[in-house]
């Protein structure tokens, strides 16, 4: 059975710093391309970043600059460092695996207060 567990979410200030955690099991980790999706209340889900088995990376404008996408193998973890956080960063950021078949963490909520 697979499971992407997301945790490090919580409030911060504007201007501060989350570090987003998301724990695979079920899959070979290290062959799946991992992500993070973002969902703000009445909004879509938006792409976030995405680091693939060959550790490139990838992210979405708004985010670039400020969020650092990383993985532990050895963990079977992947990270969202986010800094410089601003209220529009508020969300609830979604995990995700990706090879082949794709699979979704529960989420965990970021709120950046002004």
């Known amino acids: 059975q697979v499971q992407l567990v997301e945790s490090g979410g919580g409030l911060a200030q504007a201007g501060g710093s989350l570090r987003l955690s998301c724990v695979a099991s079920g899959i070979i980790f290290s062959r799946n391309t991992m992500g993070w999706y973002r969902q703000a209340p009445g909004e879509q889900r938006e792409w976030v970043a995405s680091?693939?088995?060959?550790?490139?990376?990838d992210y979405a404008g708004p985010v670039k600059g400020r969020f650092t996408i990383s993985r532990d193998n050895a963990k079977n973890t992947v990270y969202l460092q986010m800094n410089s956080l601003k209220p529009e960063d508020t969300a609830v950021y979604y995990c995700y695996s990706l090879y082949g078949s794709s699979y979704w963490g529960q989420g965990t909520q970021v709120t950046v207060s002004s």
């Open positions: 680091i693939t088995s060959s550790i490139s990376t």
